[in-house]
């Protein structure tokens, strides 16, 4: 699987990874909540400002690791594949909340912003998500920085679709509760879109 289907692969995956809901996703709707368009927008700004920087630090790494133990490379790339694949059973498996609370007042878009680039660069979760997620997408035989640049700009794009989707949503609605039903199909899909997209993966790399 290589070029513009390991491309599509990678597009598919982020989308469904994105719309899984997680700290990103809360943080995004409970500004919505307070009825404050602007700080929906500044906060979307703020996930992938702190996305980027974690494709930066995470494939300064990845194009160490590559020059100096390309074998060690490898090994992640298929760790990758494992982790996508527990990903996947860790969602299908899950108890997925939407359940969201806001703020009586709205708030402001330099708030929102710097709110949610902390919301990103603390999650616990990112470091491990961006080492062991991009390493099975990318081509060793292939420059690797242009690979890296791609799939940041991918993954920012899938990231400002699912943001923007509960964002907005919140923000029309006033409420998420009518979310509540859905929960269990969502998690129900995307488990099962992500351990797919692993087993394909596998199959693959082992052709």
Known sequence: MQGENLLIVFALTELVACLTPGPAVLSVMS???TGSPRAVLAAIAGINVGNLIWYAMTGAGLLALARTAPELFVVLRWAGIVYLFWLGLQTWRSHLTLAASGQGSPIGAGRGFAGAVAVQLSNP?????FTVFLPPFIDLDRPMAPQIAVLAAIGVSMEVIALGMY????????KIAVFQGAERVIARVSGAILMAVAVAMALSRTA
Do not use: D, T
Not at 125 to 129: D, E, I, N, Q, R
Not at 167 to 174: D, K
């Open 31 to 33: 500004i919505g909540l």
């Open 125 to 129: 979760k990112a470091l491990v998500f």
């Open 167 to 174: 964002g907005f949503l919140a923000w029309r609605l006033g």
